[in-house]
Nanobody
Framework: QVQLVESGGGLVQAGGSLRLSCAASGRPFSSYSMNWFRQTPGKEREFVAAITRSGSDALYADSVKGRFTISRDNAKNTMYLQLNSLKPEDTAVYYC?????????????????WGKGTLVTVST
């Protein structure tokens, strides 16, 4: 079992920045590739970013590429998402997820563990 807890969400003006964190406990953090997803009411949960077990490679959704940066610190069992140049359409609950597969996955159904989410609200 892996427990994931997100933090760092909040209210920010358009153009601002936030840094989300995902703290993991349980099985070895470095055994999992890690993902960020987001969801708004009435919409499906969507892929945002993913990072490999070692942190050497990352993948981003087109909508956030160039604005968001995913990273991890395996020594601290923590993953991060730096959100820059935020837009109102980035408003969502952001979830971290762990995937035990050997390669990066982007589908919701491929994730093994989920956090409960942290709300990001971007005002105009």
């Amino acid at each position: 079992q892996v427990q994931l807890v997100e933090s760092g969400g909040g209210l920010v003006q358009a153009g601002g920045s936030l840094r989300l964190s995902c703290a993991a406990s349980g099985r070895p953090f470095s055994s999992y590739s890690m993902n960020w997803f987001r969801q708004t009411p009435g919409k499906e949960r969507e892929f945002v970013a993913a990072i490999t077990r070692s942190g050497s490679d990352a993948l981003y959704a087109d909508s956030v590429k160039g604005r968001f940066t995913i990273s991890r610190d395996n020594a601290k069992n923590t993953m991060y998402l730096q959100l820059n140049s935020l837009k109102p359409e980035d408003t969502a609950v952001y979830y971290c997820a762990a995937n035990s597969g050997s390669v990066i996955a982007t589908r919701v159904g491929s994730m093994d563990y989920w956090g409960k989410g942290t709300l990001v609200t971007v005002s105009t």
